[in-house]
């Protein structure tokens, strides 16, 4: 499996960003996406994840800010982060999860500046 993600980039405090992440290869019908994001100095974390029975999870930090979705049919998950803050700002991971496995794409770094 195979993870393209893209969409971040710099932003002010207060903008937006919508990172997208699409996977390929052996897809299975029963899985979980999402993104993790790691500041400099700090332990990578859970931002979101959509599992594909629909349900979703946030941290606290970020929720009524961002908003986790999916395209099931293309294999494609979307992370809209919206109210963006300065503590926002990391490299962000997508992942793929499925049969046992997890899967990770490539980091892309999103900057908030104050």
């Known amino acids: 499996v195979q993870l393209q993600a893209s969409g971040g980039g710099l932003v002010q405090d207060g903008g937006s960003l919508r990172l997208s992440c699409a996977a390929s290869g052996r897809i299975f019908s029963i899985n979980v996406m999402g993104w993790y994001r790691q500041a400099p100095g700090k332990q990578r974390e859970l931002v979101a994840r959509i599992f594909s029975g629909g349900s979703v999870n946030y941290r606290d930090s970020v929720k009524g800010r961002f908003t986790i979705s999916r395209d099931t049919a293309n294999n494609t998950v979307y992370l809209q982060m919206n109210s963006l803050k300065p503590e926002d700002t990391a490299v962000y991971y997508c992942?793929?999860?499925?049969?046992?496995?997890?899967?990770w794409g490539q980091g892309t770094l999103v900057t908030v500046s104050s």
């Open positions: 992942y793929r999860g499925q049969s046992g496995e997890v899967y």
